[in-house]
């Protein structure tokens, strides 16, 4: 199969049937256009032939593969895909500086939050998406190297642990996928983006706030400074360095002109707060 998410096209296979069902199910709603090359390849197998009935294992191959990763059972097959997805665009993506970071876009502008897995920074995006912003990703934010613009790469949203049933309480069930239970990363469902999202994935953004957040402890501001933001964004880059001079000038412009901050919060409700409270200030 093929689906288009944002600038990227991939391609899907599998050895089983059962992961590009529901692989398809998940992105209904996207272009799926069979006459363009495909930019990513993605593809699910068994190691050895007997591996696709007798307790099987799916491998995550394409063009670029991890060698020492291991498989997973069959019925983690949607998470194998979705991670195919992530890995061929990490490794391979060049057109624009990649970070790893969730986005949302409010009036042409974009809000960009990076940080650790577990720093909430997926559950903010979704659920501010779920509001009056755009989601425009949770798992990458593409940045033009000329023109500095954000980019959306809004793939299906990967909600964790906690942050699936506080998620589910304000979605249609529809918008959700299967839960995977006890993966390497705990529970696992993924949200449908909202379908305004889908239709807005090639409209760009400009950078407007910078957010660093960090789930867990009292409610705290701590304004960054250039360097710092630099360093921490050149850690969440898959291909900064291969874009090279490129990418010192892309990621040079983002941190001089968009003002950043860290962020500290107990909860979903208090993190909502902070992120409206310095977009506010930052409109000024």
Request: glycine share 10%; no cysteine; hydrophobic share 50%.
């Amino acid at each position: 199969m093929r689906i288009a998410v944002g600038p990227v096209q991939f391609r899907i296979g599998s050895d089983w049937a059962e992961p590009v069902a529901a692989l398809a199910r998940l992105y209904a709603g996207y272009s799926q256009d069979d006459v363009r090359p495909a930019d990513a390849t993605v593809r699910l197998f068994a190691a050895r032939p007997w591996r696709r009935w007798l307790r099987p294992s799916v491998h995550i191959g394409g063009d670029f593969v991890v060698p020492d990763a291991l498989p997973l059972p069959l019925s983690m097959g949607l998470l194998a895909a979705e991670m195919g997805m992530n890995l061929q665009v990490a490794l391979g993506w060049r057109r624009h500086m990649l970070l790893h970071a969730s986005a949302v876009a409010k009036d042409g502008r974009a809000l960009i939050m990076s940080g650790e897995s577990g720093s909430g920074k997926s559950t903010l995006a979704a659920l501010l998406g779920e509001s009056d912003w755009r989601l425009m990703g949770d798992e990458f934010t593409l940045i033009d190297p000329t023109g500095g613009e954000a980019f959306a790469f809004p793939r299906a949203v990967s909600l964790k642990n906690e942050a699936i049933a506080e998620v589910a309480a304000r979605v249609d069930p529809a918008r959700l996928g299967p839960l995977l239970a006890a993966t390497p990363k705990g529970d696992i469902r993924h949200l449908i983006p909202r379908a305004d999202a889908i239709a807005a994935m090639h409209e760009p953004a400009r950078p407007a706030l910078l957010l660093f957040p960090r789930f867990g402890g009292e409610v705290a501001v701590e304004p960054m400074g250039e360097g710092e933001a630099f360093v921490r964004l050149t850690e969440a880059s898959t291909n900064y360095v291969a874009l090279g001079e490129a990418g010192f000038a892309a990621l040079t412009r983002l941190v001089r002109e968009t003002p950043a901050f860290g962020i500290s919060y107990p909860d979903s409700a208090a993190g909502l707060a902070l992120v409206e409270q310095l977009w506010a200030e930052a409109a000024l």
